[in-house]
């Protein structure tokens, strides 16, 4: 990458994602004094905690109060600051949401907010710490873009390009390990640009997060035992979406399936379906995610099966719409 | 150093002619937060014509005092000051609400010059200035912020996160004020949510406390040149105003926390308004 971090396989291996993005914000904060961080009392939970022993002068632990944090980020960001405000998912874009749309969206400021504990990654909790709200959210907030890395790698390399991006940006990361996906941090992740991780000509999978490594498990049963081949698009950009990559994939493999681990209202799904629906290309879809329902409690991989969204959820989905009709548009081949 | 005579003078004669475009603003509007914006203007006034280091030509020059209206929702009050330091075209004024205009009700920074912050949804505007005052320390600047808040507006339990992060920071390039005009939208503060005893509040809150009267420039100077010196902790000034001040059919009415004016109404608070600047005028350093 440009600026040069450093993160192998083995950084990876041994540390959680936010861990990850702890250490590489306090290398951005080595080479940019401009960096500042907050945290409402949860600098160590979101390992932002890293950046404020490194630079314990250029970061702000604002007690439990994330309203007051948005609003001290916006009022740095004003005077040519770039604050990194870390909080869980669910107090970023819901308890402090209208300073994120006020002071922040609204004004257009260079504030990057990473988002820790999202989806169901804090499973045990229960659902005052579940989040799977966040994308619907913050994807119909104007100025905001928004990121869903899949594994640490690819969130190094996103909270990297969130510092060389002007404008307010959300990335939503998981709570602890996440399965590690990307071997090395030179894939070529931009955002906005979808990885085509698995070439494919008969259902495209469109996955965002810790769903990203459950497709490719997929894909990869479907090709071994049912002789499928599935293309897989690791969509880490929900906001904004990818719409080359999503009409390619109806395109060539006109059967779509989305899955990501937030409700299946205003997320990653929808985003695709937009796309899909404004195309008017005939194609057959399927939409995993939350059911719109407050989750169970349990560990983030049991809720996962539970929910299907999963390795097994996704190869049910896929086997069932393979077999499913739908009616195609005449001169499809006219125009790609 | 107090401001004499004459400058208060000066301020006077400031204030009345701001009102007066004020209540303009209102009529050409079609409506507006009248009643906030009387209050609040002596504090403007005082702010943008004795203390505000700000260059009007380069509104966003860095070394800039900053001015956040936390009570956002006055901008037919400060649209008029802002078009009389010449950051905005005063015709501009006759637009104000129109489809397509840059001036809401609600003044956007990205869209009016000299706006520091787009604020509207109350208790946004204390947290953002003590981010604008922490910035200025982290980059070694000078400069102060200046906020302004509304008495209703400290419902908010926002405004208080940022008191208690303003004062355990010990943020003291920060001058606050509250238009304690004593009147929120469904009526009397101390009706709908009691603020008393509000002073002990703040100071709860590791601020110290100045209580003025909100329309006296001498009070209102020796507490900003207070607060200015002050550096053992944050200053909030208490300025006890008049809901419309200046206009004798709207004074101390919550009911013109909002409201248009026709023409005969635009007269009749013309009349008010130099009897008020007549009463001003000839008020002495005790009176």
């Known amino acids: 990458m440009a600026s040069g971090l450093t993160y192998t396989m083995l950084d990876a291996t041994k540390l959680s994602t936010s861990e990850i993005y702890g250490a590489v914000l306090c290398e951005l904060g080595e080479k940019h004094p401009d960096i500042v961080g907050f945290s409402a009392d949860l600098a160590k939970s979101t390992k932002i905690g890293l950046f404020q022993k490194k630079f314990p002068d250029r970061f702000f632990n604002v007690g439990i109060a994330e309203q007051n944090m948005f609003g001290i980020a916006a009022g740095m960001a004003k005077a040519g600051l770039t604050p990194f405000v870390s909080t869980f998912a669910i107090f970023a874009t819901m308890r402090a949401l209208d300073q994120v749309h006020t002071d922040i969206c609204y004004q257009n400021l260079n504030v990057k907010i990473i988002a820790t504990h999202g989806g169901l990654s804090f499973g045990q909790a229960g659902s005052t710490h579940h989040c799977t709200e966040d994308l619907s959210i913050m994807r119909s907030m104007a100025n905001c873009q928004v990121i869903v890395p899949a594994d640490g790698i690819e969130t190094a390399n996103a909270v990297e390009a969130a510092y060389y991006t002007p404008g307010p940006i959300y990335i939503r990361i998981n709570r602890g390990f996440d399965r590690r996906f990307y071997d090395r941090a030179e894939y070529g992740f931009k955002i906005g640009k979808a990885v085509k991780l698995t070439e494919g000509t008969d259902i495209t999978i469109i996955a965002c997060g810790s769903c990203v490594y459950q497709a490719v498990e997929a894909a990869n049963i479907l090709a071994n035992a049912d002789g499928i081949k599935a293309r897989v698009l690791d969509m880490h950009t929900i906001k904004p979406i990818d719409k080359e990559a999503i009409l390619e994939a109806v395109h060539d493999t006109r059967r779509i399936i989305t899955v990501e681990d937030h409700n299946v209202i205003g997320g990653l799904g929808s985003a695709v379906a937009e796309v899909i629906a404004g195309s008017g290309k005939g194609c057959a879809f399927e939409r995993l995610g939350i059911p719109d329902t407050f989750s169970i409690i349990g560990l983030h991989e049991d809720l996962m099966a539970y929910y299907k969204i999963d390795t097994n959820g996704i190869l049910e989905c896929a086997r069932e719409l393979l077999g499913r009709d739908f009616e195609a548009d005449d001169d499809w081949e006219d125009e790609v | ?287």
Request: hydrophobic content about 40%; some cysteine.
């Open chain 2, 1 to 287: 150093m107090p401001i004499s005579v004459n400058e208060r003078l000066i301020l006077e004669k400031k204030a009345h002619e701001l009102r007066l475009l004020c209540v303009n603003t209102v009529m050409w509007a079609g409506g507006g937060h009248i009643g906030g914006a009387l209050s609040a203007m002596d504090i403007l006034t005082i702010l943008y014509y004795k203390y505000l280091n700000i260059d009007p030509k380069n509104p966003n020059w860095p070394d800039r005092d900053r001015f956040i209206l936390s009570k956002g929702h006055i901008g037919v009050g400060f649209a008029p000051v802002l078009a009389d330091k010449g950051y905005i075209d005063k015709e501009l004024l006759k637009k104000y609400n129109h489809t397509g205009s840059d001036l809401a009700m609600h003044l956007d920074s990205l869209k009016v010059p000299g706006v520091d912050a787009s604020t509207g949804s109350l208790g946004h505007g204390l947290s953002i200035a003590v981010g604008t005052a922490l910035a200025a320390r982290l980059l070694k600047k000078s400069h102060m912020t200046y906020c302004l808040l509304g008495d209703g507006e400290c419902n908010e339990g926002s405004v208080w996160e940022a008191a208690m992060a303003a004062s355990h920071y010990q943020v003291t390039n920060l001058v606050t004020f509250v238009d304690r005009n004593k009147c929120m939208i469904d009526g009397p503060t101390e009706e709908v949510m009691g603020l008393e005893p509000f002073a002990k509040k703040w100071e709860a809150f590791g601020f110290i406390v100045k209580a003025v009267d909100g329309h006296d420039f001498m009070q209102l100077s020796e507490a900003i040149d207070f607060a200015l010196e002050e550096k053992s902790a944050p200053v909030v000034i208490i300025a006890d105003t008049n809901k419309g001040c200046g206009v004798d059919f709207m004074e101390g009415d919550y009911k013109w926390h909002y409201g248009s004016l026709d023409s005969e109404k635009v007269e009749q608070a013309f009349e008010s308004l130099e009897k008020y600047y007549q009463k001003r005028k000839g008020v002495s350093r005790n009176g």
